[in-house]
């Protein structure tokens, strides 16, 4: 049998990128961050978010539209405040979709009806057909062996760095990321 500290350690050698998923509920914004989310389709547009079944969001996304942000390498604060580590100095802006709310300032968003919901053991599998999309030039925020990260150089086919010989420099507060990835470690896969 496999020890759930060690799946998760195992599952946490794949990078993912973190999102949060929005909605409404009681007329309000609401979200949770996700990082479980995947394309499923694109004929016809679906993509796929996983929430643990424990989580206020779950049940609440049931039959609901909802968004997801793909959050910004600035946007730390965001993805803690909304994975129930609230963050005072994090700025959470909405704004109105056509079916469901959205973050402002965010690398890209995906707005979606519901389409279909899986049982997956202790989560629930929540299947979106894509109504919108907007995409923003920016840094995506990055979650790899339980911290945040910014994306790095990009590689060719042979594995050698694409990058010139001057390192870009990221306007990025990493003493901060640093100290939030070690506080947000124990909650997330």
Do not use: K
Not at 157 to 165: F, I, N, P, Q
Not at 172 to 188: D, H, K, P, Y
């Amino acid at each position: 049998m496999i020890e759930p500290g060690q799946l998760r350690s195992c599952l946490g050698r794949f990078a993912t990128g973190v999102t949060v998923v929005s909605y409404t509920h009681d007329d309000q914004p609401r979200g949770a961050t996700v990082n479980a989310f995947s394309s499923v389709s694109l004929d016809p547009p679906l993509i796929l978010v996983s929430l643990a079944r424990t989580s206020r969001a779950c049940p609440l996304l049931q039959d609901r539209p909802f968004t997801v942000n793909v959050l910004s390498s600035r946007q730390i604060g965001v993805a803690m405040t909304f994975a129930g580590r609230p963050d005072q100095a994090a700025v959470i802006e909405w704004e109105h979709g056509r079916h469901a709310p959205r973050l402002r300032h965010t690398h890209a968003t995906l707005e979606c009806t519901p389409w279909r919901s899986y049982d997956g053991g202790d989560h629930v599998l929540y299947l979106g057909l894509v109504e919108a999309i907007a995409i923003r030039d920016s840094e995506p925020l990055l979650f790899y062996g339980g911290s945040f990260h910014r994306r790095g150089e990009g590689l060719d086919s042979s594995g050698r760095s694409t990058r010139g010989s001057t390192p870009i420099a990221l306007p990025l507060q990493v003493e901060a990321m640093e100290e939030l990835s070690r506080e947000f470690v124990a909650g997330w896969i």
